[in-house]
């Protein structure tokens, strides 16, 4: 790999480590760059999931103020993102990669509209009260399961769904349902990254120059959560989603 075309990699990783840690819109920056950079589609896919590992950790890392209260929910939801991530990467090493194609932007609009429009939190509740009360229920375990197979599978805006269903779920703040994204997606990802190591291709070089970039974009994605103002900041990522939504429904559809 040429010196350019890595740095052009951190560079994108820096886009993407930012973007994910804030909207869950990691790949659109990274992958892309991968497929400029010359890798075919698939070994692209495996190598940006590979390297998001890295944004992984930098927003955990950075997530620790709001993840304090949350420590009993996450690891009840910890297990089924692990196997979600692990079923993800099955299917998408036993089937075509055009499996989620149509019901992916329908999806990403959906969740890019409840980001926008949240539910307000009752008064006088703590995260911890709601993450019990409302986020410990059947329906949003699977919820949760179902959304980490798709980030193992293909993953692009895979954290806008799961931001949008801890916002209407949860009644969390957008900083601590950032971080509980922050730290389900990251375990999905993680699971899907080892099998991929383990059974299929993965770029090495690609992975190290975008890794460096997604660690130091995603260390300060949850800083600028924490700080920034939560409607504007839900607008933005809303807005972000719906359009990459269009994007992909012209692509998909047109």
Known sequence: MAWWDAAFLAVAGVAGG????????????????????????????VTNTVALVFSGIGSV???????????????????????????????LL????????????????????????????????????????????????????????YGGYFGAAAGVLMLALLLRAGHATLAHANAGKNVIAG???????????????????????????????SRLGPVVVRHAPAGPMRVLIGTSGVALAVKLGIDTYG
Request: proline share 6%.
């Open 94 to 149: 036993s089937t075509p990669a055009e499996g989620f194609e149509y019901a992916v932007p329908i999806l990403i609009g959906f969740a890019s509209l409840a980001i926008v429009l949240p539910r307000k939190p009752a008064r006088g509740a703590t995260v911890a009260d709601h993450r019990r009360l409302t986020l410990a229920t059947v329906a949003e375990f699977v919820a949760i399961f179902l959304i980490c197979i």
């Open 187 to 217: 375990v999905a990802n993680s699971v899907a990254a080892a099998a991929f190591v383990i059974v299929a291709t993965v770029h090495w070089a690609a992975v190290a120059a975008l890794g460096i970039g997604c660690l130091l974009g």
């Open 61 to 91: 890392w950075g997530s620790r103020p709001e993840m304090k209260g949350q420590s009993r929910w996450l690891r009840r939801i910890i297990p089924a993102a692990a196997v979600g991530g692990a079923a993800g990467a099955a299917l």
């Open 18 to 45: 930012l973007t994910g840690s804030i909207a869950g819109l990691a790949s659109v920056a990274t992958y892309p760059a991968l497929l400029v950079v010359g890798l075919p589609p698939v070994t692209a896919n």
